[in-house]
Each structure stands twice: as C-alpha cells, then as structure tokens.
C-alpha cells in the first residue's frame, strides 16, 4: 500500500540555485526560502557551508540565514563538508545541517577533493559536534544509481556509505541520484539493499531528472515504502561537478502526482507553481516544472 502522507524535503534554494551561472542576490534567495515555507513546505534547504572558491553561488549562505525569517514548524537544513562548515552554521543559528558522500569514487574526488574513505573519516567530528550541539543531522549520498566518470555504481556501496552515516547519527539519509540516470528497476534494487542495512523510514529519495524518469522514480519509491520526497521548485538544479546534470525533479510536479494518489503533503500547489514561475523568470530559464506550467496555463 502507498503511504497516506509523504514528506517533501524542498531543495531548490540550495540544490536548485547552487550551479547557476547567473549570481542571485541574496534578497531573491531569501525571498525564495520564506516564499517556498509560506507554501507549506516544512523543510526547506536554504544554502550550503562550502568553499566559495568551489561554489561561488553559495558564497552568501551565512546572510540568507541571518535574514529568513524562521517559522517555528519548518527546518532549514543548510550543507556542511567539514568542521569549517559546521562552525559557520552554528554562528549563524543553523539548526539542522546536512552531510554528502559519494558512493563513487571519482564524483568524491571531484566534489569533495577527496576519497570516500577520506571523507567518512573527515565528517565524523563533525557529525559528533552537531549532535552534540543538538543540531539535526541529515545524510546524502551521491552517484546512486551511476557516475558522470566511473559510469557504474556497485549497490553495496551505497549500503555501505548508507549504514556508515546511520552509526554517525543521521536521522534520514537521502539516496541521490545525482545524475538522472537511474530507471525504476534500478531504484527498487537500491532501496532494497539499502532497506536491508537501516530502517527503510530513514530512507529519503532525491532524484534528478535529467533523462526525464524523476516521477516515474517517485512513484517507483512510493510503491518500495518511501515516503519523503527532496525536489526543487521549478525543476531548478544540477551539481557543478555533475556535467550535464539537469535539476532535480520539479516539487510541483511531484504535488501534483501526490494529490492524484491522495497522498497528503501539506503543501499547496498552486503557491509553488507562482514561486516556481517567479524563480525561473529571475533565472531567465524556462519553467522546468511541467505542472507548474500547465496549473498556471489553465
Ligand atoms: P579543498 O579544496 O580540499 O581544500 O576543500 P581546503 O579544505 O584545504 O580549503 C581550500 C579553501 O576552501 C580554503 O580557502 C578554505 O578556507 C576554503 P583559501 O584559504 O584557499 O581562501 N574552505 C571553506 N570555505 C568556506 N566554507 C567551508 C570551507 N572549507 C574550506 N566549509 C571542500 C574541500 C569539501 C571544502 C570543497 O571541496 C568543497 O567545498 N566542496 C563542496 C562542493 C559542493 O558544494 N558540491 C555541491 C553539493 S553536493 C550535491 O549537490 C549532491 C546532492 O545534491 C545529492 C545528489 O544530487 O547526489 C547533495
Ligand atoms: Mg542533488
């Protein structure tokens, strides 16, 4: 049976507005973020603590958290890949940080500078500190379902890096497929495996949709027990060090998909279908959220 509600963890901020070649202001951002919880989207990723030299667009992250005005029901989740990192969030009141590792090695190496071991072994302090701060911790893993340079993905990597952020303490870890690449058959597999190492409610599912398979991959997850769901308003996203990675899946169409199962999210769409044309106007991108689109055509 299909979940009666899931939880839809919105990654447009971050994710959506990490790889765009156009610099956003920091009054759009934080517009972005208070507009997308206003909708009813209780967790809203806000920005990343990363080098800027990497991702010049996340540069002002610490802004966008002084400004936002916090509701009391909604988490901000903002990314964090080392102690520098973590000690950033703390200071500008962060209450819920996420970490990322790579099931492959290459995609570590190119997005972190350093090797699946290396990285495990560098965000255990850090995963200490913040639960020891009380901050929520929330895992991802990239390069779930295939690597833009290692091409295959061995599931049992995944398990791995799946039950090691578990021991660490994160709550939920969120499987990535980073690079649109994975098909339902595939998903099923990797949540199985997954499934078989941590509790599969601990399991969220992030999905790119660059070969056009992100709903398909939703509803395949759904039918596997999962019940919460990262995408971005508008369809926005892609990871610098992912080319040809397109945004994630569109949170309008994933609403849209959900209030057709009668599944309950919370969220009204048709908030997130302005927001998603506002965002993809100032963007100067076309609206990649095929719901959004035809919602506001009707
Ligand atoms: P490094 O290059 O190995 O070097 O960084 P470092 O640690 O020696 O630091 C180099 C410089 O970066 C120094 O500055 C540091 O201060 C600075 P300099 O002295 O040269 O001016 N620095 C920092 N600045 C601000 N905040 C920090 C920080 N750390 C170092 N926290 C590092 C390693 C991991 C930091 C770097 O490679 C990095 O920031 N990578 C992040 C890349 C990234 O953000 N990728 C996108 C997010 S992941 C993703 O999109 C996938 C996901 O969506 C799921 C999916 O789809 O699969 C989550
Ligand atoms: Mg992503």
Known sequence: ALPDKVRIVEVGPRDGLQNEAIAVSTAVKIELVERLADAGLRVVEAGSFVSPHKVPQMADTVDVFRAIARRADTS??????????LKAALACGVTEIAIFVSASESFSRKNINCSRAESLERLEPVADLANASGLRVRGYISCIAGCPYD???????????????NDMGCYE?????????GTA????????????????????MHFHDT???????VLASLEE???????????????????????????EDVLYLMEGLGIETGVDL?????IGDWISEVLKRPNMARAGRAILAS
């Open 225 to 251: 027990g999962i019940s919460v769901f990262d995408s971005s308003v508008g369809g926005l996203g892609g990871c610098p060090y992912a080319p040809g990675a397109n945004g994630n899946v569109a949170t």
């Open 270 to 274: 048709g908030s997130v279908a302005r």
């Open 211 to 217: 070969y056009g398979q992100g709903i398909a991959n």
């Open 151 to 165: 091409g295959t993905v061995d599931v049992e990597e995944v398990a791995l890096m799946a039950r090691t952020l």
């Open 76 to 85: 901000y989740p903002a990314l964090v890949p080392n102690e520098q990192g």
């Open 173 to 181: 870890i969120s499987l990535g497929d980073t690079i649109g690449v």
């Open 185 to 204: 058959t595939k998903v099923r597999t990797v949540i199985n495996r997954v499934a078989a190492t941590i509790p599969r409610e601990r399991i969220a």
